[in-house]
T-cell receptor, first 116, second 116 residues
C-alpha cells in the first residue's frame, strides 16, 4: 500500500520562528490534507491540497504531486501552534463507487513544540 | 453549519463488554469513515460507509463492525472488548461523488475509549 512519511518527527521552536514540515508519499494520490491535532484529540483541517499552493494566514502549503511531496510552512510561530501535525493522503482506484478508496492514509505526524 | 458530532466523548468499559459509538456527519455528507488512534499504531482506518453500504474496510478483526443509517448517521460497534482496544476513535465525514471519489474530510472530536 501507499506509504506516507513525515519529517521531522519532532520540532522545537522559539516563538516567532518559521518552520517547514514535509510529507512524502509513495504513489499517486487524489486527495492530500494537512491536519493539526489539538490537545483534546480533534483533528483540525488546515489544508485540502492535492496539488498547488494555498495560504491561510501564517500557514501555507505546497503539494508537488508529480514529485510526490507536500510542504507545510508555519511562519512567525506562536505557542498555540504547538501540537501534532498530520499529513494524510487518499488514493484513487477503480471501483464501483467512482474510484475512491474511501480512506485517508496518515503519516506518523510531526510533533511541534513552540517555546515562549 | 454544524460539524461532525461524535458521542459519547469518553467511555470506560470492562474487558469482554461491547460498546457502540455514534457519529453524525455534516449535513449533506454521505460518506462516513472511522479511524482508530493509538500511541503505538498511529491513525488507522477502520471502515467507510457511503449510502448505507460499507465500501471499504481496514485491517481490523471482525469484532469491529459498523453501519450507516438512511440519514447518514453512523455507528461503530466493538464486541468482546480487549485492553488493546483502548484508543481514540475518530469519525470523519465528506462529500462523495460517483466518479470522483471523496472530497475534503472533516473530523469529529473523537470518542476516547478506555478498556479496563
Amino acid at each position: 500500500g501507499i506509504q506516507v512519511e513525515q519529517s521531522p518527527p519532532d520540532l522545537i521552536l522559539q516563538e516567532g520562528a518559521n518552520s517547514t514540515l514535509r510529507c512524502n508519499f509513495s504513489d499517486s494520490v487524489n486527495n492530500l490534507q494537512w491536519f493539526h491535532q489539538n490537545p483534546w484529540g480533534q483533528l483540525i483541517n488546515l489544508f485540502y491540497i492535492p496539488s498547488g499552493t494555498k495560504q491561510n494566514g501564517r500557514l501555507s502549503a505546497t503539494t508537488v504531486a508529480t514529485e510526490r511531496y507536500s510542504l507545510l510552512y508555519i511562519s512567525s510561530s506562536q505557542t498555540t501552534d504547538s501540537g501534532v501535525y498530520f499529513c494524510a493522503v487518499e488514493r484513487l482506484t477503480p471501483g464501483n463507487y467512482g474510484g475512491s478508496q474511501g480512506n485517508l492514509i496518515f503519516g506518523k505526524g510531526t510533533k511541534l513544540s513552540v517555546k515562549p | 453549519k454544524a460539524g461532525v458530532t461524535q458521542t459519547p466523548r469518553y467511555l470506560i468499559k470492562t474487558r469482554g463488554q461491547q460498546v457502540t459509538l455514534s457519529c453524525s456527519p455534516i449535513s449533506g455528507h454521505r460518506s462516513v469513515s472511522w479511524y482508530q488512534q493509538t500511541p503505538g499504531q498511529g491513525l488507522q482506518f477502520l471502515f467507510e460507509y457511503f449510502s448505507e453500504t460499507q465500501r471499504n474496510k481496514g485491517n481490523f478483526p471482525g469484532r469491529f463492525s459498523g453501519r450507516q443509517f438512511s440519514n447518514s448517521r453512523s455507528e461503530m460497534n466493538v464486541s468482546t472488548l480487549e485492553l488493546g482496544d483502548s484508543a481514540l476513535y475518530l469519525c470523519a465525514s465528506s462529500l462523495a461523488y460517483k466518479g470522483m471519489g471523496n472530497t475534503e474530510a472533516f473530523f469529529g472530536q473523537g470518542t476516547r475509549l478506555t478498556v479496563v
